[in-house]
């Protein structure tokens, strides 16, 4: 079919992930949407799926694709890419995602475009357009040599739409035998996060490296918490093990998107705007009025954070009543 | 225990890396290059695995001749050896074309270990040691933030979304390095002097039996059709911060009805 769009269903901390689910709102209005859905997975994740525009479910929830590692998935999905030839398959730019369309490319030899933003389908084929280079660039790219167009698509790319599809599920068998059990997942250790989470905030606070220490963040911790936001960082903070990795936005940390985005100290480099420029309203505070980030900023203060930042609190909580 | 290291010499990060609109590459000629800041990491654990397990660190690198002074890094940092495959047939080389080359050179060598960097800092692709893996038909073991060796198995803690998970295969894997594996060592003069009489080893595709249609701009399934700029952000207001900056904020919170 030539506007057969598929979808791999990403499960993580025992949900559906949201780029799943934006993936396959968009799967569904460019063509036909269907999904992959391997390893267990929550009861509802099924409807879930159906419920954002998956015509058919193609699901095995053997715990093989849980406890290990890529090549079962692989064996199982190039089975299936070959038996139905869909045209374009999408996976998250994710840990998972990028392992198995690493495998898979090489294997169907049909390479694969990543960090893809968006894409059509075009004469057959798939035109993506790829923010390049820390997003300085929007280029636009395509596969050729036939076979299914393997794309990874950056989370927050679409918006996640309910487009209600009725259930429809074929059970696949699992991918069986000792080769494929090679890389074994022992145990997963899940460190404790606390208070909103970034993904879906709509407030965020972010501190670079003009914070200057692990203990200045909490500061940007209270201005979150009176704005019912969470806290993210860039890579100079985090390499300087202020905060955990699971704060880094940007390019090889987390895409956010929220309403309210406050840059603390942050210069404003390409890695780190490509994980937060489209987020609704960017206010920025640097001491340097050069500073990159106020070009992509609503509303700019040039001065010290542990003025500005403070004063901010006390007024916000002043206005608050508090 | 023989690794081999695949790392990328990139345009030094304090370059702008622009793309030619004539060739839709990046334009790498003429720059000044560095050993990727990722590729030096991936380095520094063959180094560290080698210390306390014995044996030899090859690096491989697909680039131009200005590839060399970063693989002269790497050899000073304390590397064995090198390969560079420099040919212009690979360049315009997509990432499974990039992938076979390094698979060919790596079958070259004994190996028991190879080590990539999750993603290079300019292309980022991050796909190119899982096609390797396949293409030399062993286990790809990825997102490695620290790495322990028994014997011939490897045990990673692999970074996942909400924290890490413990990973563990036999050897051979392509195991992959996240950014903050380690902190690498800066090369001594001793190492830079000894790396000048290290081997660095030049292939072309075709020794490496490459077809001219397998690599390259030839080879490559992803083309670029078109290379353009973002649409620019309107920048908004700024103001300097004369004692009433966060009112300010504040008040602009404010008419956006946030607080
Ligand atoms: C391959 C690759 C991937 C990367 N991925 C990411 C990523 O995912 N996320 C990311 O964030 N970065 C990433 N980076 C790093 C990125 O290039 C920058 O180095 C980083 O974003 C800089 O962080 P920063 O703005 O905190 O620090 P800096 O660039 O050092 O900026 C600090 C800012 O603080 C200001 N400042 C200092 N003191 C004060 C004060 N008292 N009051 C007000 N302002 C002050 C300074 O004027 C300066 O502008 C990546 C880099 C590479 C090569
Ligand atoms: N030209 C190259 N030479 C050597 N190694 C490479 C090359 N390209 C990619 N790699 C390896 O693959 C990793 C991921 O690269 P990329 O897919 O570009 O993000 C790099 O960190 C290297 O380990």
């Known amino acids: 079919m030539a506007d057969l769009i598929w979808v791999y269903a990403e499960v993580v901390d025992e949900k559906i992930t949201p780029t799943t689910l934006e993936m396959l709102s968009k799967a569904s209005e460019a063509g036909t949407a269907e999904a992959v859905l391997l390893g267990p997975a929550p009861d509802d994740a099924a409807a879930t799926l159906a419920n954002h525009g998956a015509a058919k479910i193609y699901r095995s929830a053997d715990p093989i694709y849980r406890d290990y590692l890529t090549l079962p998935a692989v064996e199982t999905i190039a089975g299936l890419i070959q038996k139905h030839n869909p045209a374009v398959m999408l996976f998250a730019s994710s840990y998972g995602g990028r392992d198995l369309v690493a495998a898979l490319s090489a294997r169907l030899d049909c390479g694969a475009i990543t960090d893809v933003g968006d894409f059509v389908l075009k004469d057959g084929s798939v035109e993506a357009t790829i923010p390049a280079l820390g997003a300085s660039y929007q280029n636009t790219s395509t596969l050729i040599g036939g076979g299914t167009r393997l794309l990874l698509v950056r989370p927050k790319s679409f918006e996640p739409k309910a487009n209600e599809k009725p ?16 890389v074994h997942v022992k145990e997963r250790v899940t460190v404790k996060r606390e208070g909103p989470q970034l993904e879906g905030a709509k407030t965020i606070v972010s501190g670079g490296r003009g914070l200057k220490g692990e203990e200045n963040f909490a500061m940007l911790k209270e201005l979150a918490d009176l704005l019912g936001g969470a806290v993210g960082a860039t890579r100079a903070a985090v390499d300087a093990g ?58 700019g203060v040039v001065g010290d954070v542990f003025k500005v930042v403070p004063q901010l609190i006390e007024e916000i909580k002043k206005r608050k009543g508090k | 225990m023989n690794i081999v290291v695949c ?55 697909m680039g131009i ?23 212009d047939a690979v360049a315009g080389s997509d990432t499974l074309g990039t992938a076979k080359v390094l698979a060919a050179a790596i079958k070259k060598l004994p190996f028991d270990l190879v080590i990539c960097a999750t993603e290079s800092s300019d292309s980022y692709s991050g796909i190119v040691p899982g096609q390797v893996a396949h293409l030399l038909g062993i286990p790809p073991v990825t997102f490695a933030r ?31 390095t996240t950014s903050g594996i380690n902190e690498p060592r800066y090369p001594q003069l001793k190492g830079i002097m000894a790396a000048k009489k290290k081997e660095i080893k030049i292939y072309t595709a075709a ?12 080879g490559a399934k992803e083309k670029v059709l078109t290379v353009g700029r973002p649409p620019k952000r309107q920048a908004g207001k700024v103001v300097v911060d004369e004692g009433e900056g966060g009112k300010q904020i504040a008040d602009f919170l404010a008419e956006l009805k946030i607080i």
């Not at chain 1, 068998?173 to 059990?181: F, I, K, N, V, Y």
């Not at chain 2, 940092?77 to 040919?87: E, R």
């Not at chain 2, 790495?147 to 045990?155: A, M, P, S």
């Open chain 1, 167 to 182: 259930l429809s599920v074929e059970e696949v068998p699992a991918a069986a035998g000792e080769a494929l059990r090679k």
């Open chain 1, 242 to 299: 202020w905060v955990p990795y699971a704060m880094q936005i940007g390019q090889t940390g987390k895409t956010v998107k929220p309403d309210i985005y406050i840059a603390c100290a942050i210069s404003g480099a390409v890695q780190h705007l490509s994980g937060m420029k489209t987020s609704k309203t960017i206010i920025s505070i640097n001491k340097d009025a050069e500073a990159p980030m106020f070009q992509f900023s609503d509303f």
């Open chain 2, 7 to 61: 790392g990328k010499v990139i345009p030094a990060s304090s370059v702008t890396i622009e793309i030619d609109p004539a060739t839709k590459r990046m334009a790498r000629k003429g720059v000044t290059h560095e050993l990727d800041p990722a590729a030096a990491s991936a380095v520094e654990e063959g180094l560290r695995l080698t210390e306390k397990h014995g044996g030899t660190v090859t690096l491989v690198t």
């Open chain 2, 65 to 87: 001749s200005d590839a060399t002074i970063g693989i002269r890094n790497a050899l000073a940092m304390g590397a064995t050896s090198a390969v560079h495959v420099l040919d």
């Open chain 2, 146 to 176: 620290e790495i322990t060796l028994d014997g011939n198995r490897i045990t990673i803690k692999r970074q996942s979304e909400g924290g890490y998970d413990v990973v563990e295969a036999a050897l051979p894997v392509v195991v992959t």
């Open chain 2, 207 to 218: 020794e490496l039996g490459l077809s001219a249609d397998q690599v390259g701009e030839a």
